[in-house]
């Protein structure tokens, strides 16, 4: 539940503190003592969206803090999938300050974002107000009571995974069932394709392989004519008499010389003669096998034209036109299967379908049982509420088979005696509307894992017995979970068992909002205030103790 709630800096409120307790606690004040202000720092510990409007004139931040104690296992289980846990005492501190650029929360002590702390937000407080009526008036969120009640809740995960295993075989279907024709272009197409690339053999890298191979014989003349210069050099030729002639006759003219270190040129003529002779046979060897002379240029820059062609047509390279022949030839299976898919998925398909008409006769079913348990519930409290002719009933139709089943749902009333049931929306006014709200949240009470119910301004549009009588079934609701209502009405404050007052004061023309719990003569003079006003007479007070002491 609500333990209590800090608010610094938001609108009117400069600083507050609210303690909150078990059992049924309201809030009252005058219009514009900030009773809006208080669910809106609620909504912003929830997780809601907020607004810097919020943050008091002048002030750079504004800061929400709320301490939960006694959560639900459900809540601690949320907690725990989202990486927290309660404090030492048992605790679950939320804080959220609100900054002019953004903001920051922290989920005892760490840090947490906002879809974080509004999914643990949404299983810790209900805030139920004229926008939860709007709700109830849309047909389409019907089947969510009706749903919750009968503890739907597994039986709608079977019949949308089967719902969804459906879809998915139809349109798997879809995808074979093609009319021949088009068939028949689909499977020429294909063999084309395939044929084309099978034919040109490709293997990602080849490209590559064969332009340097290009390249090479490119160069192939240049270096032809590079090794007969050398060896001509070394040789000679017919216009010069080359290296090897001219190291015989210095080798000659040397040998006619008498003395060892002519002896000594003369042997290293020699060995430079014997070193040439190898390089020459070596040049010799180079240009009679150049490799780069028999490769066809032709040949090469055929396979690359082909190359090119077909890998620009299929994906722009080797690799992707081999994906492309993969996936082609996987279609082109697929098609020659068809017939044979196709029996197989429409086999499966109507499997499938009787799987989920089933699962959608017995949601519907579960849905009418409950549906005549709620009629009767709220019925009865619609009666207590001062509602003594009204009738309610719950339309289930087959419809659409749809993610949620396969029923229209829409809850039907009747306020007065002889007429007959209609559409919430058509007939119901905003006072009664906030009572049959606040019959289906009673009826609901019990199936909701929420630990604290927060009714703002439910009393919209009752007054004298019948609100009396809304007082009276949240008391009773507070019995099972923590209730908090804002309210204008001294019969629903009455029965308060925490009675918080929302005072406003203006001071150095600064407005400032602050609470405070009231107790015995504070109580019943603001119950008086709420039934007359600013006159408060003896006989008012006296009607206001009595009010309180018969709500006891």
């Not at 800096?9 to 049924?24: K, L, P, Q, R």
């Not at 050099?233 to 080359?242: A, I, K, R, V």
């Amino acid at each position: 539940m609500l333990k209590s709630l800090h608010i610094e800096n938001i609108a009117v409120i400069e600083s507050t503190d609210i303690d909150f307790t078990y059992g049924f606690n309201v809030l009252t004040g005058e219009t514009g003592a900030g009773k809006s202000i208080i669910i809106d720092a609620i909504n912003a510990v929830l997780g809601e969206r907020t607004s810097k409007e919020l943050i008091r004139t002048g002030c750079d931040s504004a800061l929400v803090s709320a301490v939960f104690c006694d959560i639900s296992d459900y809540s601690k289980a949320v907690l725990r999938e989202n990486g927290y846990e309660e404090d030492a005492e048992g605790n679950l501190i939320i804080t959220r300050r609100l900054t002019q650029s953004g903001g920051s929360i922290r989920i005892n002590g760490m840090p947490a974002t906002a879809g974080i702390l509004k999914e643990i937000g949404r299983n810790l407080i209900n805030i139920h107000g004229q926008h939860d009526n709007q709700s109830l008036l849309n047909p389409d969120n019907h089947y969510i009571y009706i749903d919750r009640l009968a503890d739907n809740s597994k039986l709608l995960d079977s019949y949308y995974d089967e719902f969804h295993h459906l879809n998915a075989v139809r349109k798997e279907l879809a995808g074979f069932e093609t009319d021949e024709a088009q068939k028949a272009r689909e499977i020429e197409l294909l063999n084309y394709q395939i044929k084309e690339i099978t034919d040109a053999d490709l293997k990602p890298g080849e490209a590559e392989e064969l332009k340097a191979k290009l390249r090479l014989a490119q160069n192939a003349q240049k270096t032809a004519d590079a090794l007969k210069t050398a060896y001509s050099y070394l040789n000679g030729d017919e216009e010069n008499d080359g290296a090897f002639s001219g190291i015989r006759n210095a080798q000659k003219e040397l040998s006619g010389c008498e003395g060892d270190e002519y002896r000594l040129l003369e042997q290293k003529m020699g060995e430079a003669l014997l070193n040439l002779d190898d390089v020459a046979a070596s040049l010799r060897r180079m240009f009679n096998g150049d490799e780069a002379s028999l490769i066809d240029v032709g040949s090469l820059s055929d396979r690359l034209d082909t190359i090119y062609k077909v890998s620009m047509k299929y994906g722009g390279s080797e690799q992707s036109a081999v994906e492309f022949l993969d996936n082609a030839s996987k279609r082109l299976r697929e098609i020659e299967l068809s017939d044979e898919k196709i029996i197989e998925l429409s086999a499966e398909l109507d499997a499938s379908t009787e799987r989920l008409v089933a699962l959608g006769d017995k949601l519907t079913d579960s849905r009418k049982s409950a549906a005549s348990s709620f009629k009767n519930d709220v019925i009865g409290i619609l009666r207590f509420l001062n509602m003594p002719d009204a009738e309610f009933d719950v339309s289930i139709t087959k419809g659409k088979y749809t993610r949620r089943g396969c029923d229209n749902i829409e809850f039907l009333i009747g306020t007065n005696a002889g007429e007959a049931v209609k559409p919430l929306s058509k007939i119901a006014s905003g006072g009664e509307l906030s009572r049959v709200m606040l019959a289906i949240k009673s009826v609901l009470a019990d199936n909701d894992d929420v630990d604290t119910l927060i009714f703002d301004e439910i009393d919209s549009g009752i007054s004298g017995r019948a609100a009396e009588k809304v007082g009276h079934q949240l008391k009773a609701l507070s019995s099972s979970r923590q209730t908090v209502c804002v309210t204008h009405l001294a019969q629903i404050a009455a029965f308060a068992s925490n009675h918080l007052l929302i005072e406003k004061s203006v001071v150095s023309d600064r407005t400032f909002t602050a609470v405070k719990s009231l107790s015995g003569d504070e109580r019943i003079k603001e119950i008086a205030r709420i039934m007359a006003g600013s006159n408060l007479s003896d006989n008012i007070y006296k009607s206001a103790k009595e009010l309180l002491e018969r709500t006891f």
